[in-house]
């Protein structure tokens, strides 16, 4: 595919603003938005945060707080498509059916498979206790079904290559018509970030899905990325995913991460699609 639709994702669920640039009020997301939207982003990947004082290190399902924050992208960035999350651990999750009927997005994350969630530090010890994060199919097919009701395109997320597989299982059983891939690489647990696993991913994926690779890293993350605009992959980068720019320094904002990937993009001789141009690939309402 010739044009290249970008991703940018601009916050993450758990990352502290007091440790790191990452953006947390309506306001602060719709400047990083606008940034990243300049720099060549057709998509926002949104996580939201608690608006209390001191507590935006942690996450909100509140559909207020997060209409608010779409409401603000919008308004900065003419034509954006929004992601939004829907990533949550355990069976009690019928708030975030209802945040997505009550936000109706153009797209949200449908995590489509059960991984163990797991790292460790150099001593061997778990960097957290070792969690599942659980996505059995009747789960799956509550996101699904919900996002099927409101018209919401899912983009799912396959951590290993078991899940990129389920999705098309997902589609020969009815359960979704349509599935653009995300390819979740970097996870201690999940794909390493190796550029050698793309083409692998891409042979059983289902033909004719649009897919696109979240790298999460340092500046090992750059020669995947390049690998997936060589091979015709969307692109997503952001200050979700890392910090780190291709020479190693520290980005400043996401525009810089978007500008550094709009630049693979044209390396690998793509153009970058505009929010209305990916809004026709992807099928969606202009």
Not at 169 to 175: C, F, K, P, Q, V
């Amino acid at each position: 595919m010739s044009k290249a639709i970008i991703t940018c994702a601009l916050t993450g669920v758990l990352t502290d603003p007091k440790q790191h640039n990452v953006p947390v009020t309506p306001e602060q997301m719709a400047a990083e938005a606008r940034r990243a939207y300049d720099a060549g982003a057709a998509i926002v990947h949104v996580h939201y945060r608690d608006q209390r004082p001191g507590f935006g290190h942690l996450p909100t399902w509140d559909p207020k707080i997060c209409a608010e924050v779409n409401d603000a992208i919008r308004a900065a960035c003419p034509g954006i498509v929004i992601n939004m999350t829907t990533g949550i651990v355990g069976d009690d999750y019928a708030h975030v059916l209802d945040y997505l009927r009550a936000c109706r997005p153009e797209m949200a994350a449908c995590n489509a498979g059960t991984l163990n969630y797991l790292k460790t530090r150099k001593d061997g010890s778990w960097a957290w206790p070792p969690m599942v994060f659980d996505n059995p199919v009747e789960k799956v097919k509550d996101f699904i079904d919900v996002m099927n009701e409101v018209g919401i395109l899912p983009e799912f997320e396959c951590f290993d290559l078991g899940i990129a597989r389920s999705v098309g299982l997902y589609i020969e059983n009815g359960m979704t018509e349509h599935a653009d891939y995300n390819f979740v690489m970097g996870v201690a647990s999940g794909m390493p970030a190796d550029p050698d696993l793309l083409p692998i991913l891409i042979k059983y994926k289902h033909e004719g899905c649009l897919w696109q690779a979240t790298v999460i890293g340092r500046e090992d993350i750059w020669p995947v990325h390049r690998r997936v605009a060589e091979l015709g992959g969307n692109l997503r980068t952001g200050l979700e995913d890392s910090f780190y720019l291709p020479d190693g320094r520290k980005a400043s904002s996401n525009g810089e991460m978007i500008e550094a990937l709009a630049g693979v993009a044209r390396a690998a001789g793509r153009t970058v699609a505009s929010p209305k141009e990916a809004r026709a690939l992807m099928g969606l309402a202009a």
